[in-house]
């Protein structure tokens, strides 16, 4: 995998052309396998490794906290993540029945993802979802503190529409606090019309960086789902059958079976490779369970696609009413 680093928006952090998704530890990924895993991941160089106190609490019998703990344990094991920036969420549903990002929840989820961790400063704290119940206001005065006890190092957020993030901007420029600095929004070849347009020109014109998740689509883009029952077994088997109804979804597939043939890639290299081509992207977020599968999505960075290459991937993902 390519080492060009890019500067993670206005945080002052660094990271390489691909972000770890984390929210397979412990759920679809066991403990050997994910130490593996993280391991390699390490290896690269300068990683980011993204979870949220809610991975993996849909599973039977989880609570959430599964992911952080796993990476904890890792951490704990080696001794040390000076090599690797840890980011994670708060906001989700961990038992309350709502949204919630009410100061005194974010200031007790800190200290449960800490301590989970296993470290004393999280990289990057990010809000999981709006929360319509509260004030942005006093959402952000609960990251200020966070940041001023060095708890934290930078803030984000994921799952914000244009006039949400907008909010939170203009709350933080009234008031004279911390503004998010970066934008965590999905982002895909089967999922493009929320990120473009207007909330990609917010990102741009504040200088947010942006780390696009589900950048397989639940795995869809891997190409190794051609047919409803081959995702039978799958744990994402819902969404990748979405996918596989929608006739835009096998004109993508052809796509990234031509382009991936030509240049002796696999179809999930080109469908990550598309997403770090695009403008106001900092690097896409995806999950593996082997070393294997991480070794492949880790050799996006390394694929050159031409600007052929990306016309016929954005011809074959935009939908015809666009």
């Given at each position: 995998?390519?080492?060009n680093?890019?500067?993670?928006?206005?945080?002052?952090?660094?990271?390489?052309?691909?972000?770890?998704?984390?929210?397979?530890?412990?759920?679809?990924?066991?403990?050997?396998e994910?130490?593996?895993?993280?391991?390699?991941?390490?290896?690269?160089?300068?990683?980011?490794?993204?979870?949220?106190?809610?991975?993996?609490?849909?599973?039977?019998?989880?609570?959430?906290?599964?992911?952080?703990?796993?990476?904890?344990?890792?951490?704990?094991?080696?001794?040390?993540?000076?090599?690797?920036?840890?980011?994670?969420?708060?906001?989700?549903?961990?038992?309350l029945?709502?949204?919630?990002?009410?100061?005194?929840?974010?200031?007790?989820?800190?200290?449960?993802?800490?301590?989970?961790?296993?470290?004393?400063?999280?990289?990057?704290?990010?809000?999981?979802?709006?929360?319509?119940?509260?004030?942005?206001?006093?959402?952000?005065?609960?990251?200020?503190h966070?940041?001023?006890?060095?708890?934290?190092?930078?803030?984000?957020?994921?799952?914000?529409?244009?006039?949400q993030?907008?909010?939170?901007?203009?709350?933080?420029?009234?008031?004279?606090?911390?503004?998010?600095?970066?934008?965590?929004?999905?982002?895909?070849?089967?999922?493009?019309?929320?990120?473009?347009?207007?909330?990609?020109?917010?990102?741009?014109?504040?200088?947010?960086?942006?780390?696009?998740?589900?950048?397989?689509?639940?795995?869809?883009?891997?190409?190794?789902?051609?047919?409803?029952?081959?995702?039978?077994?799958?744990?994402?088997?819902?969404?990748?059958?979405?996918?596989?109804?929608?006739?835009?979804?096998?004109?993508?597939?052809?796509?990234?079976?031509?382009?991936?043939?030509?240049?002796l890639?696999?179809?999930?290299?080109?469908?990550?490779?598309?997403?770090?081509?695009?403008p106001?992207?900092?690097?896409?977020?995806?999950?593996?369970?082997?070393?294997?599968?991480?070794?492949?999505?880790?050799?996006?960075?390394?694929?050159?696609?031409?600007?052929?290459?990306?016309?016929?991937?954005?011809?074959?993902?935009?939908?015809?009413?666009?």
């Amino acid at each position: 995998m390519s080492q060009n680093l890019r500067p993670l928006g206005k945080t002052g952090l660094h990271i390489g052309p691909l972000v770890l998704g984390g929210n397979v530890f412990g759920w679809t990924c066991a403990r050997r396998e994910s130490f593996a895993v993280l391991d390699a991941y390490a290896a690269l160089g300068n990683g980011l490794i993204d979870s949220a106190d809610v991975y993996s609490r849909w599973a039977p019998g989880h609570q959430g906290g599964e992911s952080e703990s796993i990476i904890g344990d890792w951490i704990r094991q080696r001794g040390h993540h000076n090599d690797v920036l840890i980011a994670t969420k708060v906001g989700s549903d961990m038992g309350l029945g709502h949204i919630c990002l009410r100061r005194e929840h974010i200031l007790r989820s800190v200290e449960d993802s800490l301590r989970r961790l296993g470290v004393d400063c999280i990289d990057l704290y990010q809000s999981h979802w709006f929360d319509k119940r509260t004030p942005p206001e006093e959402t952000l005065r609960a990251f200020q503190h966070l940041l001023e006890q060095g708890k934290v190092r930078a803030i984000g957020c994921s799952n914000h529409s244009p006039a949400q993030l907008m909010e939170s901007i203009e709350v933080a420029q009234v008031y004279g606090l911390p503004a998010y600095q970066v934008l965590q929004p999905q982002y895909n070849l089967m999922a493009r019309a929320g990120f473009e347009g207007e909330l990609r020109g917010i990102c741009q014109r504040e200088e947010l960086g942006v780390i696009a998740y589900h950048g397989l689509a639940s795995g869809f883009l891997s190409g190794k789902y051609r047919h409803p029952d081959d995702a039978r077994d799958s744990a994402r088997g819902d969404a990748v059958r979405q996918h596989l109804a929608n006739p835009q979804g096998a004109a993508v597939l052809a796509a990234l079976d031509d382009i991936a043939a030509r240049h002796l890639a696999r179809p999930a290299q080109v469908a990550l490779a598309w997403i770090m081509a695009q403008p106001g992207i900092t690097a896409p977020i995806a999950s593996a369970t082997s070393t294997a599968q991480l070794e492949e999505l880790a050799g996006a960075a390394d694929l050159g696609l031409d600007a052929d290459d990306l016309a016929a991937l954005d011809a074959a993902s935009t939908p015809p009413s666009a």
